[in-house]
């Protein structure tokens, strides 16, 4: 079926059966990898939010028709970035009950790092939502690497707020003991680029932030160091630039060190990860058959 079609074909059921819910769509790595879905859901969306660089991006799937929701608004009432989730999901919840299909807008996939879980949990027995799932950086990512993947790989998020060092740092050590690939998310935090949300006077593990918000990830590549080979493949979606990809090996990881930025995806492979010329791959084979 194309890909009007699908849209065309779901479009009335999708108008009545949506009505006072949130839809938390995932727009995927970048405007390219949309799903059929999710257009179908902007298209029949009375209101949205989400970040206005995401409106105006996707803006082309909206009827002229719908209520924006002013992010720039809501950031208003608050520099603290997790009171900011729950106003976010609070306004959500407000045009909903007002009988409005709402659409909030996510980068990437909603359930990975991103709003599913706190519109799911705050709007729990107040009005119902529904998840569209879009493509995450790590899939995208390793398309474009090659096949880093292969044999699975344990996705980490080194710069999670809620979360002690200490669990992190246990998960990359429980990976490598598991020989798994890894994804990194969130390599670095975002108080580099956003030091508004994240004030000195109460975020004083953040800085300095030029030592605080990157010594995560300089600390994880030292540990796989010690187990891995220093030629194993790293691989990195930069996103400074159009599909900007980096190849090296984790032994040269300080020489693209500042390459990496807090929405980079960092893959590191495992003791099967090769080059198959410039190909990250992670091969069935020891050795290729004959």
């Known amino acids: 079926m194309k890909e009007a079609d699908y849209v065309n074909s779901r479009e009335n059921a999708g108008k ?5 819910m949130i839809i938390v769509v995932g ?14 859901e902007l298209s029949t969306a009375e209101a949205v939010m989400g970040h206005e660089s995401l409106i105006s991006s996707f803006s082309q799937y909206l ?12 950031r208003k009432k608050t520099d603290d970035i997790e009171l900011l989730k729950i106003y976010r999901t609070k306004e959500a919840i407000k045009y909903a009950l007002e009988g409005k299909k709402v659409v909030y807008l996510c980068p990437g996939d909603p359930g990975i790092y991103s709003y599913a879980q706190p519109i799911l949990e705050l709007s729990a027995g107040i009005v119902k ?3 569209i799932p879009g493509m ?6 390793a398309a474009m690497l090659g096949a880093p993947l292969w044999d699975g790989f344990a996705l980490i998020g080194l710069y999670l707020d809620f979360a002690d060092y200490r669990l992190i740092e246990k998960r990359v050590k429980a990976a490598i003991t598991c020989d798994q690939v890894i994804v990194f998310y969130l390599p670095k935090h975002e108080a580099l680029v956003y030091p508004q949300f994240y004030p000195e006077e109460k975020y004083p593990h953040l800085y300095p932030r030029e030592v605080k918000c990157v010594e995560r990830l300089e ?4 540990t796989l160091l010690e187990v891995r080979s220093p030629e194993t493949p790293l691989g990195i979606a930069c996103l400074k630039e159009e599909n900007e ?7 040269d990881y300080k020489d693209v060190f500042e390459d990496i930025h807090p929405y980079s995806t960092v893959i590191v492979g495992n003791s099967m990860s090769k080059y198959a010329g410039e190909y990250f791959v992670t091969s069935l084979w020891k050795e290729l058959p004959e």
């Open 129 to 131: 939502v529904k998840v």
């Open 136 to 141: 995450t950086s790590a899939l995208v990512a």
């Open 27 to 40: 727009l995927g790595y970048d405007e390219h990898h949309i799903t059929a879905e999710a257009i179908c």
């Open 63 to 74: 009827s002229e028709d719908v209520i924006v929701i002013h992010d720039e608004d809501i």
């Open 219 to 222: 600390k994880a590549f030292s």
């Open 245 to 251: 990809i980096i190849s090296t090996i984790l032994g």
């Open 16 to 20: 009545k059966s949506n009505e006072n």
